[in-house]
C-alpha cells in the first residue's frame, strides 16, 4: 500500500495570511509619511521666507532712522548758531568790568602792580579782551596796546600809576619807548614824548603831533584794594588837538 505524502511540510512553507497582511499595511504607509516630512518642510520654508522680508524691513527702519538723526543732528545747530546766536546776550570779557552805578565807564584788567618796575620805566602791555564782530565771537583778542608806569608817592599818598594809549595822536602809529632819548619816539612822523606823555621837542625832530600821548583814566579804587591794574580803555581820533572819543 502506497504512503501518502505528510501535508505537513507544504503548509509550513506557506506565508500566515496575517503576517502578509502586516507587511502589506507597512508597504502602503510608507509613502504616506514621505508626503507628510515634505509638506512640513515647505510649511517651514514658506514661514522662514515670510519672517525674511518683515525682518529686512525693520532692520532698514532702523537704519533710515540713525542716518536722519546723524545727518539732521549738524544742519540743527548750524541752523541754531546761524539764526539765534546773533540775538543771544553777549559774555563780557573775563577781564572786563562795566560796574554797577550809574555812569560807570567800561574797565579792562591789565596787569598785577607789582609787574611794574620801581624805577618808574614804562612798560607795554597789550589790552585783551573777547572780539564781537557781527556773527562772530572771537574770545582774548588784543583790542589795542598801552604804556604803564609808576609814579613815586608823595607825602605818604598811595602809589599812583600813569597810563598812556600806544597810538600817536598825529597819523594813528604806535609809539615805542627809547631809553636813550628817555622819550617816547613815533616812526613814522618823528612824533616824540617825555615819559609823562607830554610833548617832547628833541634835537633834530620836528614834533607834528597836534596834542601829547592820550592818557587813560586808571581806577585807582581797585589799585588800593587789590594791587591790580585797571584802566578805561577808549580809542581817540587822531589829527586833532583835543581828545574825542570814537563812538
Not at 77 to 95: A, C, E, H, I, S
Not at 150 to 167: I, K, N, Y
Not at 180 to 186: E, G, I, M, N, Q
Amino acid at each position: 500500500m502506497a504512503e501518502t505524502p505528510d501535508s505537513s511540510p507544504v503548509n509550513d512553507e506557506l506565508p500566515d495570511s496575517t503576517e502578509h497582511d502586516e507587511l502589506e499595511d507597512s508597504a502602503g504607509e510608507q509613502p504616506a509619511d514621505d508626503g507628510s516630512a515634505e509638506q512640513a518642510g515647505a510649511q517651514d520654508s514658506a514661514a522662514t521666507g515670510a519672517e525674511d522680508p518683515r525682518r529686512n524691513f525693520v532692520w532698514q527702519l532702523v537704519a533710515g532712522l540713525a542716518g536722519g538723526i546723524v545727518a539732521v543732528g549738524p544742519v540743527a545747530v548750524g541752523l541754531y548758531t546761524f539764526l539765534l546766536n546773533p540775538f543771544k546776550r553777549q559774555r563780557p570779557p573775563r577781564n572786563f568790568d562795566q560796574g554797577s552805578a550809574e555812569g560807570a565807564t567800561s574797565e579792562y584788567r591789565i596787569a598785577p602792580l607789582a609787574a611794574l618796575p620801581a624805577d618808574g620805566m614804562p612798560r607795554r602791555f597789550a589790552v585783551i579782551a573777547d572780539k564781537t564782530d557781527g556773527w562772530n565771537f572771537t574770545p582774548s583778542q588784543p583790542i589795542g596796546a598801552i604804556y604803564v608806569a609808576r609814579q613815586p608817592s608823595v607825602d605818604g599818598q598811595p602809589e599812583q600809576v600813569v597810563a598812556l594809549h600806544a597810538t600817536c595822536p598825529h597819523a594813528g602809529c604806535t609809539v615805542s619807548f627809547d631809553i636813550d632819548t628817555d622819550a617816547f619816539l613815533c616812526p613814522c612822523h618823528n612824533s616824540s614824548f617825555a615819559k609823562d606823555g607830554a610833548k617832547k621837542d628833541l634835537a633834530g625832530r620836528t614834533n607834528p603831533s597836534p596834542r601829547a600821548l592820550d592818557e587813560l583814566k586808571v581806577n585807582q579804587a581797585k589799585l588800593d584794594s587789590d594791587g591790580e591794574i585797571w584802566i578805561e580803555f577808549v580809542n581817540y581820533y587822531t589829527g586833532r588837538a583835543s581828545m574825542i572819543a570814537k563812538r
